[in-house]
């Protein structure tokens, strides 16, 4: 069973950057699809992006797309999301998520993800 750690989040201007990051342990998440979700409140939570297992192919949410980068480190055990051009609407709770061997065709069924981090507050805000 895989743990997560997200780390990272805080408060930020608009147009600033963030790096989160997301800690695996208990096994290699180079196995596991590996998604960012983000929930704000009252809203309902949203998949921004997600990264594949074994290949690595990756997904972007329009909202995100041309801004946030999904990436691993495999040595490492780590998953991150770079934010750049940070936007108010970005302000949520980021969360990391993992199901066992998601490949570009699954990796976006968020229904899938099993394994979660306790989340990171991002805020964006002048």
């Known amino acids: 069973q895989v743990q997560l750690v997200e780390s990272g989040g805080g408060l930020v201007q608009p147009g600033g950057s963030l790096r989160l990051s997301c800690a695996g342990s208990g096994y290699a998440l180079s196995y596991y699809g590996i998604a960012w979700f983000r929930q704000a409140p009252g809203k309902e939570r949203e998949g921004v992006s997600c990264?594949?297992?074994?290949?690595?192919?990756?997904y972007y949410a329009d909202s995100v797309k041309g801004r946030f980068t999904i990436s691993r480190d495999n040595a490492k055990n780590t998953v991150y999301l770079q934010m750049n051009s940070l936007k108010p609407e970005d302000t949520a709770v980021y969360y990391c998520a993992a199901a066992f061997d998601l490949t570009m065709e699954t990796m976006t069924h968020w229904n899938l993800y099993n394994y979660w981090g306790q989340g990171t507050q991002v805020t964006v805000s002048s």
């Open positions: 990264i594949s297992s074994g290949d690595g192919n990756t």
